[in-house]
């Protein structure tokens, strides 16, 4: 039985970086390996889909896909805690862990293979992971290889020309937001991450490592920028805020991004799944938005919600949910 849990991933991932911030948040030992051509046969021994990250515990159990995995382990490594005693403030938190996966993925992915300048500097990183020991021939042709298969994969995150200027006015109102939100506190719920963090973080930090997001960040956003750099290595360094002293600079990230774009996106992309259609086409902020949906964010949906109705008492969350434009989404 190995003595510490390893994190197979890829850092380029956001969803590779958000478990592995968790478990530095959490003090558990850990190994993080590369998802390369090396580590390729242990890798397989563990993974049931070919995805990053894949969590091998000592028990020597592989568990895949980051918020079950997180999820799960909280349970085993309640200290410190990422959830907020505070009710409203912890399923805000949770809501903004959604949007970071789901709707955040949409600006990580779109800037990072939009423009011949990041899909350079991303795909010779990807390359040189995965092939650390091949010659700068190999690193060409794999580049080559790379950049071709992911620039053609941007339809899958709704990227597209009609989609393109929203995604990216929706990443410099989000950054513009969190700038302020950020200000005056360490970590988005107060003095230590939460559940929200690590999403939202995941795709951040991987968008300021491509030179355009991350020139906009570095230009526009420095408290954001500090926080980036803070989560890679988080600790508790205060209390939790109740949600209202969060509310006067968090709730316009509600308003103008969850419950404006990411609420009617994720709920028609749902009923797309349901009803077998091959595209969808949703008015998003009185503008057009088409893509194929996904199953796995019907999925993603449907486990929110239930979250949702978890919650015994509503009477603090439905107002900022309604306020929102989310409750009734979440209601189902």
Same mark, same amino acid.
Request: aromatic share 12%; with cysteine.
């Given at each position: 039985?190995?003595? &510490?849990?390893?994190?197979?991933?890829?850092?380029?991932?956001?969803?590779?970086?958000?478990?592995?911030?968790?478990?530095?948040?959490?003090?558990?030992?850990?190994?993080?390996?590369?998802?390369?051509?090396?580590?390729?046969?242990?890798?397989?021994?563990?993974?049931?889909?070919?995805?990053?990250?894949?969590?091998?515990?000592?028990? &020597?159990?592989? *568990?895949?896909?980051?918020?079950?995995?997180?999820?799960? %382990?909280?349970?085993?490594?309640?200290?410190? $805690?990422?959830?907020?005693?505070?009710?409203?403030?912890?399923?805000?938190?949770?809501? *903004?862990?959604?949007?970071?996966?789901?709707?955040? &993925?949409?600006?990580?992915?779109?800037?990072?293979?939009?423009?011949?300048?990041?899909?350079?500097?991303?795909?010779?990183? %990807?390359?040189?992971?995965?092939? /650390?020991?091949?010659?700068?021939?190999?690193?060409?042709?794999?580049?080559?290889?790379?950049?071709?298969?992911?620039?053609?994969?941007?339809?899958?995150?709704?990227?597209?020309?009609?989609?393109?200027?929203?995604?990216?006015?929706?990443?410099?109102?989000?950054?513009?937001?969190?700038?302020?939100?950020?200000?005056?506190?360490?970590?988005?719920?107060?003095?230590? $991450?939460?559940?929200?963090?690590?999403?939202?973080?995941?795709?951040?930090?991987?968008?300021?490592?491509?030179?355009?997001?991350?020139?906009?960040?570095?230009?526009?956003?420095?408290? %954001?920028?500090?926080? *980036?750099?803070?989560?890679?290595?988080?600790?508790?360094?205060?209390?939790?805020? $109740?949600?209202?002293?969060?509310?006067?600079?968090?709730?316009?990230?509600?308003?103008?991004?969850?419950?404006?774009?990411?609420?009617?996106?994720?709920?028609? &992309?749902?009923?797309?799944?349901?009803?077998?259609?091959?595209?969808?086409?949703?008015?998003?902020?009185?503008?057009?938005?088409?893509?194929? /949906?996904?199953?796995?964010?019907?999925?993603?949906?449907?486990?929110?919600?239930?979250?949702?109705?978890?919650?015994?008492?509503?009477?603090?969350?439905?107002?900022?949910?309604?306020?929102?434009?989310?409750?009734?989404?979440?209601?189902?």
């Amino acid at each position: 039985m190995a003595e &510490n849990y390893r994190i197979f991933g890829v850092e380029l991932s956001p969803y590779s970086v958000k478990v592995r911030s968790w478990f530095r948040y959490k003090r558990i030992p850990h190994q993080w390996v590369p998802r390369n051509a090396a580590a390729q046969s242990e890798y397989q021994k563990y993974a049931k889909l070919p995805i990053v990250p894949l969590v091998v515990t000592p028990a &020597n159990e592989g *568990i895949q896909d980051s918020t079950p995995i997180i999820e799960r %382990l909280e349970a085993e490594f309640p200290e410190p $805690p990422i959830h907020p005693a505070d009710p409203a403030a912890a399923f805000i938190s949770v809501l *903004i862990e959604e949007f970071g996966d789901e709707w955040g &993925n949409k600006w990580m992915f779109h800037y990072r293979w939009a423009r011949e300048v990041d899909q350079l500097s991303a795909a010779g990183r %990807l390359a040189r992971m995965m092939m /650390p020991e091949a010659n700068e021939q190999q690193i060409s042709a794999a580049i080559a290889q790379v950049r071709d298969r992911m620039v053609g994969r941007v339809w899958f995150v709704g990227s597209n020309p009609q989609t393109a200027a929203q995604i990216e006015e929706s990443f410099c109102d989000t950054i513009a937001i969190l700038e302020t939100h950020l200000s005056s506190r360490p970590y988005l719920f107060g003095g230590r $991450p939460a559940f929200g963090d690590f999403a939202m973080w995941g795709q951040l930090y991987n968008a300021w490592t491509d030179p355009t997001p991350g020139a906009l960040i570095e230009g526009r956003a420095p408290n %954001l920028l500090a926080w *980036i750099h803070r989560m890679l290595w988080p600790r508790a360094e205060g209390e939790f805020e $109740p949600w209202s002293k969060l509310e006067p600079t968090l709730m316009p990230l509600l308003e103008r991004q969850v419950g404006r774009l990411f609420m009617p996106w994720t709920i028609a &992309n749902a009923a797309a799944i349901a009803s077998g259609r091959e595209e969808f086409t949703v008015e998003l902020a009185g503008r057009p938005w088409t893509q194929k /949906p996904q199953k796995y964010h019907a999925k993603s949906l449907a486990a929110l919600r239930q979250k949702y109705a978890a919650i015994a008492d509503k009477r603090a969350i439905d107002p900022i949910l309604e306020r929102a434009g989310c409750l009734a989404g979440l209601r189902g």
